[in-house]
């Protein structure tokens, strides 16, 4: 039997809402599951698709693309730029067979240390639930073993 | 007169006044079913052009060849409205200059031919065209499969022709869109897209080409049938085109003046998907 | 009197083959593309293919092949040679362009250094072709002087019987030899005649274009450019050819582990000849063009006696623009001398 | 080939008590590329940043992990230490394995392989950065201050005062704000008019203030040091120039019956008005909606009462363009609108009033000449009841929040009745007496004890009239028991509000707000008068609820950021910009058009002879942010961004 399953969360999060929201959530000491690593960036702007095939390809089960609420953008607008990236992206990942649960997106603020906090544990449960993401990461896997030509 | 005929002295003309340095058009192709690109420089090549039902190639995708129009020179080319469409993109992503293009429009319906008036690119208005154009009842079908499937399934399905992928990168080369002096898969540092053609490798080609692609995409059908391997990508591209049509009202190339859909938003964009 | 294979024995042929260790491969039809794959009964396989769209290439010089796996530490690297399966595998069903194909690139991955992971393929592997009984628009075998009954690179040679019922068996090679031992029993004694050779007329006068491509003060023609204008410099002509052979090597992984591995190039590509500093010796299509054509029907030849294609024909056939050899090397032949 | 420090802090226990940093060093000093990895209590001290500096130059280090807090709090402090040893400041990265890490995390194991790959990736980000210098942007030394109450005042006096330019708007016809409709102040119960005109009047006789009165701003565009910011100028139909503040037009004016905004509704004015005597500037503005000419085109009668031709019907609004180097927004607040308190009657009996209506009842200048009468008929009320937190800290109708200044404007309201009209009879309905504050629990104290103010612990449940009294029914909390006051005149503590156009103004000059539209400070601890925008600084109630001596406080504050600002004459910004690869940029304009900042520009390309050969975009580093939007963009991955590259990214990510 192999190990149980610990589910593998990749976050990319803008540094001025969503990272100080998470630090907000260290600050206020409230406990959330370990399962998460965050890649901070300065704007959800800077999030580009190809960051997600990344993360999946370095297997995680889920990704969680996470920045400033509308309006509140550090850099005015970055957000409304990434949220109708997020919405092309992924229907095309929905169309080829990626399920939406596996990408998730949020606004969180620097102000919400508590949904941050919460948000996690509630992904990384439901991704217990999903179980690990094979499918992709099996493709992985195929190329590290031999050709099979 | 045919039309034929008619767009063979209309291009002899525009090549022996001068008002065009070059003409694209369809020649002869290898089989009596092929027709091929044909460039005529001479009003004598000009009449070695064919215009028929099996001109389907969407020749915009000459218009971005690098160079070819950078004298300032005017070419003509033979556009049916996927093309004429293209053109609109590319004038709105300021790869083409309006006045530089001289279109002869046909149109194809079932095997008659018939021309579209208008020479240049602002006498052509598609916008209705385009929104209300259904494409292929087989493309929907096949669509609509795919969407009936679950997750698992659907990965399966693109797994299956991703797979057959060898990175020839015809789909690429022969749009229209794909006009970057670099593609992203041939940047190495960082290597985004694995360039090896393994299904790994080849579903991050094909998502970051759909994407790409997405709110750009003429709907010509150019990669499709390019792709030697025949993966559906008619499929992705017009679920991609149906998105940004849905979440925001945007159809590509409706006009030439329109601002990329990526690099534009409304405040209330839908987002239902955000927590 | 000739052996046959009759068609209903193929299954049972199949498994023995399989018995004797073979994994058996032929032309079939998966996910809207033809292709070699491997089969486990005579139903799989489809024959009504007149060549399938990919080569038999794909399965001796693959399109990636991991060649290293490396993971950098802190004070060394450490890596382990990945090395092709020791597969024993029986290619049934080749057309003679496909198995020729494999014949011309022989030289190529063995003229100074043995490449293992093509020899280790060859080696292991026992080609049966199937003479054509077939030719589309695009075959242009006799062309290049080879024909639809050639037998090169063919270890048993198969011509089908005029009733359909089989084929006329024909080991040409020691490795077909001990191929027919493994199936004594499905062979049987018979004087069926065979179905007829498809007339392949010849396309261009090869003899003239080898000495036009010879000649240097046609290096620089008009004739590249005009005829090269519509390639859009896609692949797909070199990756469906059963002889190009032009590879990369990449390294691929993460920071500090991954694999080194040998892709695909092509000629067509742009960056195929892009030197670091920015410079591209061939830095139009033209002569990307002109660099494939001369690779093939000289450079080639004069290295290793032989021109470097088969005469498939794919490259038209499968091509957007409609482009290939054969239209260049027409226009060639045609030229006033 | 890379040699990176890694260094792991404890932070006393707060990391170390969660992650075995013995693991997490063992870890780094095993991983390719580090040359040095050390563990200590504190990172941040002296010797702790000692170790690192010594570590840079002995180890020849090429770039620093600090694993440790957040880069919010320690990135400057190490990165400083960094340039100290010489080695470039951008090559540094923090691990955040405290707020990250240590402190959400129960379980010791997982907190440190978490720990050890937070930090892993880092290390092959860092070994990645690039030697960044900072830019230098040149600083437009003006400052624009937006609101005229008394922390914008504040704050342009001392800008002013330290011989910087300001321009001051205010969108009313005076400047004065909320502060000059009160009576007297607490705890000093100095007349409010009296500290605050001598200021107002100040700055508009200051020579480096100009002073923009009933004029809004439309637009800021820009960067810190670099502003541009349009100024709309509404019509006065008073050429101020002219006009000498004599008040014969409002005098004639025949339209005589508008409720008086200044007033709260409890006096009137005219058409041509001033808001107030004391007004800064002293020159009317005539109200269009409401004079008679602009409504049939007859009437004029202002125009001929004035004797020096001020008078200008033809009038236009106008807008005018400035250069700012900062911005101080003290926008100010509202009082929420009470009626949604049905219960309270508040709208529905004429003297159920809210604390602003008592401040101008009890001003010598209000309507009432600072007789404390009921605005029902006149009379002088017997009882007062004081309903706090009528507003405040309710989460269900009204704020969630605490407004801060009720419990002691209502102790003065109580003091004041008292003291305008003895033996009379205030009792205040309290949920907590909140008086911390110089002088302030002394202030509610002397109202209990020496001018008899009645404080009832509870809430009230109704306010309804009966036998021309206002009774009062509630719950005194303290006995238990329900009661009921037979009262006069009750007085609501209002809940303070943001402006209502708060959230689109902050929208439209850039800056963040609160669920309740109150501006967001960039650290409410450590930036309190700065936002997120850099040069765009706080003061006074649009941030929270404030009194006088806060606000006050806060606008000098913000004013010595500004002026610490314009102590140099160029600014040194952090080199997070983009930057465009001219060879493989294809000019399609995306990131034109996607820069929230139009920091990018189109260039031409020409050969050695000036022919164009093409267009290329290219960023203009002074106005690029640096939210690498136009990065994501570009499909030809031809912009990258300083400090967040695509092979910073790519091998961040790839090392998780």
Same mark, same amino acid.
């Given at each position: 039997?192999?190990?149980?399953?610990e589910?593998k969360i990749?976050?990319?999060?803008?540094t001025?809402?969503?990272?100080?929201?998470?630090?907000?959530?260290?600050?206020?000491?409230?406990?959330?599951a370990?399962?998460?690593?965050?890649?901070?960036l300065p704007?959800?702007?800077r999030?580009?698709p190809?960051?997600i095939?990344?993360?999946l390809?370095k297997?995680?089960?889920?990704?969680?693309v996470?920045g400033?609420?509308?309006?509140d953008?550090h850099f005015t607008?970055?957000?409304?730029?990434a949220?109708?990236?997020?919405?092309?992206?992924?229907?095309?990942?929905?169309f080829t067979?990626?399920p939406?649960e596996r990408i998730r997106f949020?606004?969180?603020?620097?102000?919400?240390g508590?949904k941050?906090?919460?948000?996690?544990?509630e992904?990384?449960?439901q991704?217990?639930?999903?179980g690990?993401?094979t499918?992709y990461q099996e493709l992985q896997k195929?190329?590290e073993t031999?050709?099979?030509? | 007169?045919?039309?034929?005929?008619?767009y063979?002295?209309?291009?002899?003309?525009?090549?022996?006044?001068?008002?065009?340095?070059?003409?694209i058009?369809?020649?002869e192709?290898?089989?009596?079913?092929?027709?091929?690109?044909l460039?005529?420089?001479?009003?004598e090549?000009a009449?070695?052009?064919?215009l028929?039902?099996?001109?389907?190639?969407?020749l915009s995708t000459?218009?971005?060849?690098?160079?070819?129009l950078?004298d300032g020179?005017k070419?003509?080319?033979?556009l049916k409205?996927?093309g004429i469409r293209?053109?609109?993109?590319?004038?709105s992503?300021?790869?083409?200059?309006?006045d530089?293009?001289?279109?002869?429009?046909?149109?194809?319906?079932?095997?008659e031919?018939?021309a579209?008036?208008?020479?240049?690119?602002?006498?052509f208005s598609?916008?209705?065209?385009?929104r209300?154009?259904?494409?292929?009842?087989?493309?929907l079908?096949?669509?609509?499969?795919?969407e009936?499937?679950?997750?698992?399934?659907r990965?399966?399905?693109?797994?299956?022709h991703f797979?057959?992928c060898?990175k020839c990168y015809?789909?690429r080369?022969?749009?229209?869109?794909c006009y970057c002096?670099?593609?992203?898969?041939?940047?190495?540092?960082?290597q985004?897209?694995?360039?090896?053609?393994?299904?790994?490798g080849?579903f991050?080609w094909?998502?970051?080409?759909?994407?790409?692609l997405?709110?750009?995409?003429?709907?010509?059908?150019?990669?499709?049938?390019?792709?030697?391997?025949?993966?559906?990508?008619r499929?992705v591209?017009?679920r991609?085109?149906?998105e940004v049509?849905?979440?925001?009202?945007?159809c590509?190339?409706?006009?030439?003046s329109?601002?990329?859909?990526l690099?534009s938003f409304?405040?209330?964009?839908?987002?239902?998907?955000?927590? | 009197?000739?052996?046959i294979?009759l068609?209903?024995k193929?299954?049972d042929?199949?498994?023995?083959?399989?018995?004797?260790?073979f994994?058996?491969?032929?032309?079939?039809?998966?996910?809207?593309?033809?292709?070699?794959?491997?089969?486990q009964?005579?139903s799989?396989?489809?024959f009504d293919?007149?060549?399938?769209?990919?080569?038999?290439?794909?399965h001796?010089?693959?399109?990636t092949e991991?060649?290293i796996?490396?993971k950098?530490?802190k004070?060394q690297?450490?890596?382990?040679t990945?090395?092709?399966?020791?597969?024993k595998?029986?290619?049934f069903?080749v057309?003679?362009?496909?198995a020729s194909?494999?014949?011309?690139?022989?030289?190529l991955?063995?003229?100074?250094?043995?490449?293992?992971?093509?020899?280790r393929?060859?080696?292991?592997?026992v080609?049966?072709?199937?003479?054509?009984?077939?030719?589309?628009?695009?075959c242009?075998c006799?062309?290049?002087?080879l024909?639809?009954?050639?037998d090169?690179g063919?270890?048993?040679?198969?011509?089908?019987?005029?009733?359909?019922?089989?084929?006329?068996?024909e080991?040409?090679?020691e490795r077909?030899?001990?191929?027919l031992?493994?199936?004594p029993?499905?062979?049987?004694?018979?004087s069926?005649?065979?179905?007829p050779?498809?007339q392949?007329?010849e396309?261009f006068?090869?003899?003239?274009v080898m000495?036009?491509?010879?000649s240097k003060?046609?290096?620089?023609?008009q004739?590249w450019k005009?005829?090269?204008?519509?390639?859009?410099?896609?692949?797909s002509?070199?990756f469906?050819c059963?002889?190009c052979?032009c590879?990369?090597?990449?390294d691929e992984?993460d920071?500090?582990?991954g694999?080194?591995?040998?892709?695909w190039?092509s000629c067509s590509?742009?960056l195929f000849t892009?030197h670091?500093s920015g410079h591209?010796p061939?830095?139009?299509?033209?002569?990307?063009?002109?660099?494939?054509?001369?690779?093939?029907?000289n450079?080639?030849?004069?290295?290793?006696?032989?021109?470097?294609?088969?005469?498939?024909?794919?490259?038209?056939r499968?091509?957007?623009?409609?482009?290939?050899?054969?239209?260049?090397?027409?226009?060639?032949?045609?030229?006033?001398r | 080939?890379a040699?990176?420090?890694v260094?792991?802090c404890h932070?006393g226990?707060?990391?170390?008590?969660?992650?075995?940093t013995?693991t997490l060093?063992?870890?780094m000093s095993?991983?390719?590329g580090?040359a040095i990895c050390?563990?200590?209590?504190?990172f941040?001290s002296?010797?702790?940043?000692e170790?690192?500096k010594?570590?840079?130059?002995?180890?020849?280090?090429?770039?620093?992990?600090?694993?440790a807090c957040s880069p919010r709090?320690?990135?400057?402090t190490?990165?400083k230490?960094?340039a100290?040893a010489g080695l470039n400041?951008?090559?540094?990265?923090?691990a955040?394995?405290r707020e990250?890490?240590?402190?959400?995390?129960s379980?010791?194991? &997982?907190?440190?392989?978490?720990?050890?790959?937070i930090?892993?990736s880092?290390?092959?980000k860092?070994?990645?950065?690039?030697?960044?210098?900072?830019?230098?942007?040149p600083?437009?030394?003006?400052a624009l201050?937006i609101?005229?109450?008394i922390?914008?005042i504040?704050a342009a006096?001392?800008i002013a005062?330290a011989?910087?330019?300001v321009?001051l708007?205010e969108?009313?016809?005076?400047?004065?704000?909320?502060?000059?409709q009160l009576?007297?102040t607490?705890?000093?119960l100095d007349?409010s008019?009296c500290i605050l005109?001598?200021?107002?009047?100040?700055a508009?006789?200051h020579?480096k203030?100009?002073v923009?009165?009933?004029s809004?701003?439309?637009?800021v565009e820009g960067?810190?040091g670099n502003?541009?910011?349009?100024?709309?100028?509404k019509?006065?139909?008073?050429?101020?120039s002219?006009?000498?503040?004599?008040?014969?037009?409002i &005098?004639?004016c025949?339209?005589k019956?508008?409720?008086?905004?200044f007033?709260?509704g409890?006096?009137?004015r005219?058409a041509i008005?001033?808001?107030f005597?004391q007004?800064?500037?002293?020159?009317?503005?005539?109200?269009k909606?409401?004079?008679?000419y602009?409504?049939?085109g007859k009437?004029k009668?202002?125009?001929k009462?004035?004797?020096?031709d001020?008078?200008d019907?033809?009038?236009q609004?106008?807008v005018?363009?400035?250069?700012?180097?900062?911005?101080?927004?003290a926008?100010?607040?509202?009082i &929420?609108?009470?009626?949604?308190?049905g219960?309270?009657?508040?709208?529905?009996?004429k003297?159920?009033?809210?604390g602003?209506?008592?401040?101008r009842?009890?001003?010598?200048?209000?309507p009432?000449a600072?007789?404390?009468?009921?605005p029902s008929?006149?009379?002088e009320p017997e009882?007062?009841?004081?309903?706090?937190?009528?507003?405040?800290?309710?989460?269900s109708?009204?704020?969630?929040y605490c407004?801060?200044?009720c419990?002691m404007?209502?102790?003065?309201?109580?003091?004041l009745y008292?003291?305008?009209?003895?033996g009379s009879n205030s009792k205040?309905?309290y949920?907590?007496?909140r008086?911390?504050g110089?002088g302030y629990?002394e202030?509610t104290?002397?109202?209990?004890?020496?001018?008899?103010a009645?404080?009832l612990r509870g809430?009230?449940?109704?306010?309804?009239e009966?036998?021309?009294?206002?009774?009062?029914?509630g719950?005194?909390?303290l006995?238990?028991k329900?009661?009921?006051?037979?009262?006069d005149?009750?007085?609501?503590a209002?809940?303070m509000t943001p402006?209502?156009?708060?959230k689109?103004f902050a929208k439209?000059?850039?800056?963040g707000y609160d669920?309740?539209g109150?501006?967001?400070?960039?650290?409410?601890?450590?930036?309190?008068v700065?936002?997120?925008?850099a040069?765009?600084?706080?003061?006074g109630?649009?941030?929270?609820p404030?009194d006088i001596?806060?606000s006050?406080?806060?606008a000098?504050a913000a004013?010595a950021k500004v002026?610490g600002?314009?102590?140099?004459?160029?600014?040194?910004r952090e080199p997070?910009?983009?930057?465009v690869?001219?060879?493989?940029c294809?000019g399609?304009?995306g990131?034109?058009y996607?820069?929230?900042?139009n920091a990018?520009e189109?260039k031409d390309?020409?050969?050695?002879?000036?022919?164009l050969?093409?267009?290329v975009a290219?960023v203009n580093?002074?106005?690029c942010q640096?939210?690498g939007?136009?990065?994501?963009f570009c499909?030809?991955?031809?912009?990258?961004?300083a400090?967040?590259?695509?092979?910073?990214?790519f091998?961040?990510?790839?090392?998780?």
């Amino acid at each position: 039997m192999s190990e149980p399953f610990e589910p593998k969360i990749v976050a990319f999060v803008c540094t001025y809402c969503t990272y100080a929201g998470a630090d907000l959530a260290g600050t206020s000491r409230l406990k959330y599951a370990p399962n998460v690593r965050i890649v901070r960036l300065p704007c959800t702007g800077r999030i580009s698709p190809m960051f997600i095939l990344k993360a999946l390809q370095k297997g995680a089960d889920t990704v969680l693309v996470s920045g400033c609420h509308p309006g509140d953008c550090h850099f005015t607008a970055g957000n409304y730029h990434a949220r109708r990236r997020w919405t092309v992206f992924r229907a095309l990942l929905a169309f080829t067979g990626i399920p939406e649960e596996r990408i998730r997106f949020s606004w969180v603020s620097a102000a919400e240390g508590a949904k941050f906090a919460e948000m996690i544990n509630e992904i990384t449960e439901q991704t217990r639930k999903l179980g690990p993401f094979t499918q992709y990461q099996e493709l992985q896997k195929v190329i590290e073993t031999q050709s099979t030509y | 007169m045919g039309i034929q005929e008619q767009y063979r002295s209309e291009a002899a003309a525009l090549l022996s006044s001068g008002e065009v340095k070059l003409v694209i058009g369809f020649g002869e192709g290898s089989t009596a079913d092929r027709r091929r690109p044909l460039f005529a420089r001479t009003p004598e090549e000009a009449q070695k052009f064919v215009l028929d039902a099996a001109c389907i190639a969407n020749l915009s995708t000459y218009l971005v060849t690098e160079g070819l129009l950078s004298d300032g020179k005017k070419v003509a080319v033979f556009l049916k409205p996927d093309g004429i469409r293209s053109v609109n993109i590319l004038i709105s992503e300021a790869q083409l200059k309006p006045d530089q293009v001289v279109i002869l429009g046909y149109a194809i319906d079932k095997a008659e031919i018939t021309a579209l008036e208008g020479r240049n690119i602002s006498d052509f208005s598609l916008g209705e065209e385009i929104r209300s154009h259904t494409p292929p009842p087989h493309i929907l079908q096949e669509a609509e499969r795919i969407e009936e499937m679950n997750p698992a399934e659907r990965f399966e399905f693109w797994k299956a022709h991703f797979s057959k992928c060898i990175k020839c990168y015809a789909c690429r080369q022969v749009c229209p869109m794909c006009y970057c002096r670099r593609c992203i898969v041939d940047v190495n540092q960082p290597q985004w897209v694995s360039t090896s053609s393994h299904t790994l490798g080849n579903f991050e080609w094909n998502i970051v080409r759909a994407f790409h692609l997405a709110g750009r995409c003429a709907a010509c059908g150019a990669c499709d049938r390019a792709c030697p391997v025949n993966i559906p990508l008619r499929l992705v591209n017009y679920r991609m085109g149906k998105e940004v049509i849905d979440a925001f009202d945007y159809c590509a190339g409706e006009n030439s003046s329109q601002k990329p859909v990526l690099a534009s938003f409304k405040q209330d964009d839908p987002e239902t998907f955000i927590l | 009197m000739t052996r046959i294979l009759l068609r209903n024995k193929l299954d049972d042929c199949i498994a023995a083959w399989q018995k004797a260790g073979f994994s058996v491969f032929a032309p079939v039809r998966q996910h809207e593309m033809s292709s070699f794959g491997e089969v486990q009964k005579a139903s799989d396989m489809a024959f009504d293919l007149v060549l399938p769209e990919r080569t038999i290439k794909d399965h001796f010089f693959p399109q990636t092949e991991p060649l290293i796996k490396y993971k950098i530490g802190k004070q060394q690297i450490d890596s382990e040679t990945m090395t092709p399966p020791d597969r024993k595998r029986v290619f049934f069903g080749v057309r003679p362009c496909d198995a020729s194909g494999l014949a011309i690139d022989d030289p190529l991955f063995g003229w100074d250094y043995k490449d293992d992971y093509w020899f280790r393929r060859r080696d292991n592997s026992v080609i049966v072709t199937i003479v054509c009984t077939e030719a589309d628009d695009f075959c242009m075998c006799t062309s290049v002087k080879l024909s639809p009954e050639s037998d090169k690179g063919a270890d048993v040679m198969l011509r089908p019987l005029a009733n359909g019922a089989g084929w006329q068996v024909e080991a040409v090679s020691e490795r077909g030899t001990a191929l027919l031992e493994t199936i004594p029993s499905l062979l049987q004694e018979n004087s069926e005649p065979t179905a007829p050779v498809p007339q392949v007329a010849e396309k261009f006068d090869l003899e003239k274009v080898m000495e036009w491509l010879a000649s240097k003060e046609n290096f620089e023609s008009q004739f590249w450019k005009d005829i090269s204008l519509r390639c859009v410099g896609c692949g797909s002509c070199t990756f469906l050819c059963p002889t190009c052979h032009c590879f990369d090597i990449q390294d691929e992984g993460d920071t500090y582990a991954g694999i080194r591995r040998k892709n695909w190039d092509s000629c067509s590509f742009s960056l195929f000849t892009m030197h670091t500093s920015g410079h591209n010796p061939r830095n139009t299509q033209s002569t990307r063009w002109r660099q494939r054509i001369m690779h093939k029907f000289n450079y080639y030849r004069g290295k290793f006696g032989v021109n470097s294609c088969s005469g498939c024909g794919r490259c038209t056939r499968q091509c957007p623009v409609d482009m290939g050899i054969t239209e260049t090397l027409q226009a060639i032949s045609n030229l006033p001398r | 080939m890379a040699k990176i420090g890694v260094f792991v802090c404890h932070c006393g226990e707060n990391i170390a008590s969660m992650v075995d940093t013995g693991t997490l060093v063992k870890a780094m000093s095993d991983h390719p590329g580090v040359a040095i990895c050390n563990e200590y209590k504190y990172f941040c001290s002296d010797p702790g940043q000692e170790t690192v500096k010594r570590a840079i130059r002995e180890h020849n280090l090429t770039g620093v992990v600090v694993a440790a807090c957040s880069p919010r709090m320690h990135e400057t402090t190490f990165r400083k230490a960094c340039a100290e040893a010489g080695l470039n400041p951008y090559m540094l990265e923090l691990a955040n394995i405290r707020e990250q890490c240590s402190w959400v995390h129960s379980e010791k194991n &997982q907190a440190t392989s978490k720990a050890i790959e937070i930090t892993r990736s880092l290390v092959e980000k860092v070994k990645r950065n690039n030697e960044l210098k900072p830019i230098s942007v040149p600083v437009t030394r003006r400052a624009l201050v937006i609101g005229g109450g008394i922390a914008g005042i504040q704050a342009a006096l001392d800008i002013a005062g330290a011989g910087r330019e300001v321009v001051l708007v205010e969108r009313e016809p005076s400047i004065g704000g909320h502060m000059s409709q009160l009576s007297e102040t607490f705890p000093t119960l100095d007349c409010s008019q009296c500290i605050l005109t001598p200021r107002m009047v100040e700055a508009i006789q200051h020579p480096k203030i100009t002073v923009m009165t009933y004029s809004e701003v439309e637009e800021v565009e820009g960067y810190i040091g670099n502003f541009t910011a349009k100024i709309r100028k509404k019509a006065r139909y008073v050429d101020m120039s002219k006009c000498t503040g004599c008040g014969d037009c409002i &005098q004639k004016c025949p339209v005589k019956k508008i409720p008086s905004e200044f007033e709260c509704g409890l006096g009137k004015r005219t058409a041509i008005y001033t808001p107030f005597a004391q007004a800064v500037p002293n020159v009317p503005v005539i109200d269009k909606s409401r004079c008679t000419y602009f409504k049939n085109g007859k009437c004029k009668i202002c125009e001929k009462s004035c004797q020096i031709d001020a008078i200008d019907f033809e009038q236009q609004e106008s807008v005018e363009t400035f250069e700012f180097g900062a911005i101080v927004v003290a926008t100010g607040f509202q009082i &929420q609108d009470t009626s949604v308190y049905g219960e309270y009657g508040y709208g529905k009996y004429k003297d159920v009033i809210t604390g602003l209506h008592f401040e101008r009842l009890a001003s010598a200048s209000g309507p009432t000449a600072g007789k404390i009468q009921r605005p029902s008929d006149g009379k002088e009320p017997e009882t007062v009841v004081f309903i706090q937190c009528a507003g405040s800290r309710d989460p269900s109708k009204g704020v969630k929040y605490c407004s801060k200044i009720c419990c002691m404007y209502t102790a003065k309201h109580a003091m004041l009745y008292t003291h305008k009209h003895h033996g009379s009879n205030s009792k205040i309905f309290y949920m907590d007496i909140r008086a911390a504050g110089k002088g302030y629990d002394e202030f509610t104290r002397r109202a209990i004890e020496e001018d008899g103010a009645d404080y009832l612990r509870g809430r009230v449940s109704k306010v309804f009239e009966e036998n021309g009294k206002l009774i009062v029914r509630g719950v005194d909390t303290l006995l238990g028991k329900p009661v009921e006051v037979a009262a006069d005149m009750v007085v609501l503590a209002t809940a303070m509000t943001p402006q209502p156009d708060a959230k689109q103004f902050a929208k439209r000059i850039g800056i963040g707000y609160d669920e309740y539209g109150f501006y967001n400070e960039a650290h409410l601890k450590l930036r309190p008068v700065e936002t997120a925008k850099a040069g765009i600084y706080l003061c006074g109630a649009c941030q929270s609820p404030k009194d006088i001596p806060d606000s006050v406080a806060q606008a000098s504050a913000a004013a010595a950021k500004v002026l610490g600002l314009f102590s140099r004459e160029q600014l040194e910004r952090e080199p997070v910009v983009a930057a465009v690869g001219e060879t493989t940029c294809a000019g399609c304009w995306g990131c034109v058009y996607a820069c929230p900042y139009n920091a990018i520009e189109k260039k031409d390309i020409t050969d050695r002879n000036g022919n164009l050969i093409k267009q290329v975009a290219s960023v203009n580093p002074g106005l690029c942010q640096g939210c690498g939007t136009c990065v994501t963009f570009c499909r030809s991955n031809s912009i990258d961004l300083a400090g967040f590259t695509e092979k910073q990214i790519f091998a961040e990510v790839m090392a998780l």
